[in-house]
């Protein structure tokens, strides 16, 4: 159970696309497709952004987009906006009733 | 509204135990798998442990494997986690989370606001 790696920080101006990677193994992340995505801004709790690889829950902007290749999911946030700078954290299903998460990326808008 | 709120959190000596309730409102309980997510302080986000809606299937971390329960009662809408053998390293902040299906696999679609537990002498 080795938690997936993500990339400690990701940045981009206003209106700029940045996509956060999310890397596994075929154990988890490419072996299923129960990768999903959370936000969590400073001192708050997180937040369901993507499920199941590239779905989008009822209220999250379509600016979010999700995807998947191998054993590497990537999170797209294209038309950046200061609101969208938060922590993001990945997670997937690990086999045997397990989840894991990554380690988390911090994304500055600057 | 689907509401989850977590109590039983504080300050306890190593080796001691605690026992974290979940109570869930504003959804059919049983309708769906209930995780148990902490977050050190500073630290990012780990999954604990998760139950699916009938208590048949349950897993855990390899770092609470053996110290932790998690269980759930469907006729009062609880969830729990019991702790045993507390270590430093358990401090965090823990999270109740819903599933979005029945087993334990598909994403955390709610959570609560989180219930702190300090391991310290």
């Known amino acids: 159970q080795s938690a997936l790696t993500q990339p400690p920080s990701a940045s981009g101006s206003p209106g700029q696309s940045v996509t956060i990677s999310c890397t596994g193994t075929?154990?988890?992340?490419?072996?299923?497709?129960?990768v999903s995505w959370y936000q969590q801004h400073p001192g708050k709790v997180p937040k369901l952004m993507i499920y199941?690889?590239?779905q989008r829950p009822s209220g999250v902007p379509d600016r979010f987009s999700g995807s998947k290749s191998g054993n590497t999911a990537s999170l797209t946030v294209s038309g950046l906006q200061a609101e969208d700078e938060a922590d993001y954290y990945c997670s997937s299903y690990a086999g045997s009733n397990n989840l894991v998460f990554g380690g988390g990326t911090k994304l500055t808008v600057l | 509204e689907v509401q989850l709120v977590e109590s039983g959190g504080g300050l306890v000596q190593p080796g001691r135990s605690l026992r974290l309730s979940c109570a869930a409102s504003g959804f059919t309980f049983d309708d769906y798998a209930m995780h148990w997510v902490r977050q050190a302080p500073g630290k990012g986000l780990e999954w604990v442990s998760g139950?699916?809606?009938?208590?048949?299937?349950?897993g855990y971390a390899a770092s609470v494997k053996g110290r932790f329960t998690i269980s759930r009662d469907n006729a009062k809408n609880f969830l729990y986690l019991q702790m045993d053998s507390l270590r430093a390293e358990d401090t965090a902040l823990y999270y109740c989370?819903?599933?979005?299906?029945?087993?334990?696999?598909?994403?955390?679609?709610?959570w609560g606001q989180g219930t702190m537990v300090t391991v310290s002498s």
């Open positions: 075929s154990s988890d992340v490419g072996g299923y497709d129960y």
């Open positions: 139950i699916s809606w009938d208590s048949a299937n349950i």
């Open positions: 989370a819903r599933d979005m299906g029945t087993l334990t696999r598909r994403a955390f679609d709610f």
């Open positions: 199941e690889v590239s």
